[in-house]
Structures are given as structure tokens and as C-alpha cells.
T-cell receptor, first 112, second 114 residues
Framework: DQQVKQNSPSLSVQEGRISILNCDYT??????FLWYKKYPAEGPTFLIS?????DKNEDGRFTVFLNKSAKHLSLHIVPSQPGDSAVYFC???????????FGKGTSLLVTP | DTGVSQNPRHKITKRGQNVTFRCDPI?????LYWYRQTLGQGPEFLTY??????LEKSRLLSDRFSAERPKGSFSTLEIQRTEQGDSAMYLC???WGAGQTEAFFGQGTRLTVV
């Protein structure tokens, strides 16, 4: 039972433009959300997180937006760079918990 | 400290054999997690340790899977009587604190059962 869904398996964006990666979740009790980036042959790398008490969190070029009523979050990358090409995983869980529930990932390709 | 370290990076084994993977977390991290990732899927949670205590193991995939974290330092994940369906990437992660914080992942051990 997939509680975290990333419905776009892949996304291609031109360098310098905005990349928007989307994620939906089904469990309204989740209160902590994260994005991880994964390059081939490496483990996932933490990118940015947001708790359910916020609707936006920014870190440099990366911004995560949370819409609790829609059970939807998105990751914006502005401006996109070729080095951002990777698989991005959305994850959700409980701040007081331990297990993260991951989506299947979205493969982002940033072209020059 | 260079991060979470996992060994071996790759393991090929025959069906029915036992395998053991090792994870060395970031040294000051008290929490350690094991995940499994199969092709086209995101990581799937298996088990969790806080210090040396295994606080969640109900999501281990079967009784052939077991994990230990003696003395709250490194951890091992063992799979007994491997099956072809066990072929996957096994990821270890660690974090610090009492609440959920970002977990740092190792590079994983890729298991192939032939």
C-alpha cells in the first residue's frame, strides 16, 4: 500500500529554468516530510525537509511547499543546473517516529 | 568522519546461502535504520535501532531476516537461506536525536541471489 506517491517517473528541464517535482500522500497523520536526492551507485542524500506546522521551507535554490488540505507537497529548484540531474525521492513520516515512507522517485534531467 | 559506511558494496550469493551485511553509522548518531530498495521503487523501511535497542522489527520481511547492533555502534543485517526475491539494494541510515530528523544514508549493499 503506497502511502507516498510520485506520479511522474521522469522530468526534463532546461538549465536555468524551474524544476517542479510533485508528491502526494494518503496518510493525513504524517507530520514530517523530506526530499532526498540520489545519484547512481550512491545512497540517497538529504536535501530539505518540512514539518506540518509550516507550508514552505527554503534552502538556497530549493524550496518545498506543503499543502496539507490537498495532502500534496512539491519541490521547486530554481534555477535548475545540470548537476541537479538525479532521482528525487519524497518521503513522509512522523516527527516523533522513525520509519520514513518513500515514493518511487522522479528522475530529473537538466539539459544544457 | 566520512559518513555512513556499508560493507560489502556488492554481494553475489547462491540461493540458500546466508549473507551478512555491515553498517558503520556516523559515530555520534544514536539511531540506525535499515531499508531495502528494489528496482523502480523507493527505499522500504525494515528495522530501527536506538542505541543498542532494536525498537522496531515487525517490518523485517520474514523470519529469515535479522539485525543486530551490539554496543550501539555498528550494525549487521543477516539474511538466512537467501531467495532470488531477496535481490535488492540494502541501505543503512543513521541520525541523531529523539525525534525524526534527517537520516544520512550509506551507499548501500547490492545483493544478487543467483
Amino acid at each position: 500500500d503506497q502511502q507516498v506517491k510520485q506520479n511522474s517517473p521522469s522530468l526534463s528541464v532546461q538549465e536555468g529554468r524551474i524544476s517542479i517535482l510533485n508528491c502526494d500522500y494518503t496518510n493525513s497523520m504524517f507530520d514530517y516530510f523530506l526530499w532526498y536526492k540520489k545519484y547512481p551507485a550512491e545512497g540517497p542524500t538529504f536535501l530539505i525537509s518540512i514539518s506540518s506546522i509550516k507550508d514552505k521551507n527554503e534552502d538556497g535554490r530549493f524550496t518545498v511547499f506543503l499543502n496539507k488540505s490537498a495532502k500534496h507537497l512539491s519541490l521547486h529548484i530554481v534555477p535548475s543546473q545540470p548537476g541537479d540531474s538525479a532521482v528525487y525521492f519524497c518521503a513522509a513520516g512522523y516527527y516523533s517516529g522513525y520509519a520514513l515512507n518513500f515514493g518511487k522517485g522522479t528522475s530529473l534531467l537538466v539539459t544544457p | 568522519d566520512t559518513g555512513v559506511s556499508q560493507n560489502p558494496r556488492h554481494k553475489i550469493t547462491k540461493r540458500g546461502q546466508n549473507v551478512t551485511f555491515r553498517c558503520d553509522p556516523i559515530s555520534e548518531h544514536n539511531r540506525l535504520y535499515w531499508y531495502r530498495q528494489t528496482l523502480g521503487q523507493g527505499p522500504e523501511f525494515l528495522t530501527y535501532f536506538q542505541n543498542e535497542a532494536q525498537l522496531e522489527k515487525s517490518r523485517l520481511l520474514s523470519d529469515r531476516f535479522s539485525a543486530e547492533r551490539p554496543k550501539g555502534s555498528f550494525s549487521t543485517l543477516e539474511i538466512q537461506r537467501t531467495e532470488q526475491g531477496d535481490s535488492a539494494m540494502y541501505l543503512c541510515a543513521s541520525s541523531w536525536g529523539a525525534g525524526q530528523t534527517e537520516a544520512f544514508f550509506g551507499q548501500g549493499t547490492r545483493l544478487t541471489v543467483v
